[in-house]
T-cell receptor, first 117, second 111 residues
């Protein structure tokens, strides 16, 4: 069975601080995908990034960066110079990558990030 | 935007009544999913579809049924709503590259 753990329930930072959201996963599959989604106070789910299990390169997109380490089964998300608009709940998710029946996502319980001015 | 709508967006109903939620996509994607979101649980998969009339159960399927008679529509039915089904329901579609895009959600309150 797959499992995603986001141990940090809530994080509060002051604007311009850097913050890292942790994600640890468990799977027996050799091929899988990892995702991060953002859920702002308005409630929608916004896709941020997808990473497949064969690509361990870190990725940077503006103030966002992701560190994927298969050795520790972690896919951590760092926001540099946080802003108030980054306040949201962030979800890490894992999929089985079985195309014949679709890619079912297993979500972590989310980390609520509050960025104070 | 992935072209996904959900209806209704909000609904209040009473225990024991049937409820149907609709997910509509304009992208012609093969895969569609229903999740529920509850505090402390993140999102959990209820049912999913991999084609017209092709559906299967997810992690929390008890008390729910689904139907997909057209590519663009995926219906979630609560045959007899219970208070434990009070939740926010999200529909998702699989675009290319296995990324799921989500609809705006439906808030359901069962009294």
């Amino acid at each position: 069975a797959q499992k995603v753990t986001q141990a940090q329930t809530e994080i509060s930072v002051v604007e311009k601080e850097d913050v890292t959201l942790d994600c640890v996963y468990e799977t027996r599959d050799t091929t899988y995908y990892l995702f991060w989604y953002k859920q702002p106070p308005s409630g929608e789910l916004v896709f941020l990034i997808r990473r497949n299990s064969f690509d361990e390169q870190n990725e940077i997109s503006g103030r966002y960066s992701w560190n994927f380490q298969k050795s520790t089964s972690s896919f951590n998300f760092t926001i540099t110079a946080s802003q108030v608009v980054d306040s949201a709940v962030y979800f890490c998710a894992l999929s089985e990558a079985k195309k014949s029946s679709g890619d079912k996502l297993t979500f972590g319980t989310g980390t609520r990030l509050a960025v104070r001015p | 935007d992935a072209g996904i709508t959900q209806s209704p967006r909000h609904k209040v109903t009473e225990t024991g009544t049937p409820v149907t939620l609709r997910c509509h996509q304009t992208e012609n994607h093969r895969y569609m999913y229903w999740y529920r979101q509850d505090p402390g649980h993140g999102l959990r998969l209820i049912h999913y579809s991999y084609g017209v009339k092709d559906t299967d159960k997810g992690e929390v399927s008890d008390g729910y049924s689904v139907s997909r008679s057209k590519t663009e529509d995926f219906l979630l039915t609560l045959e007899s709503a219970t208070s434990s089904q009070t939740s926010v329901y999200f529909c998702a579609i699989s675009a290319r590259e296995e990324t799921q895009y989500f609809g705006p959600g439906t808030r359901l309150l069962v009294l």
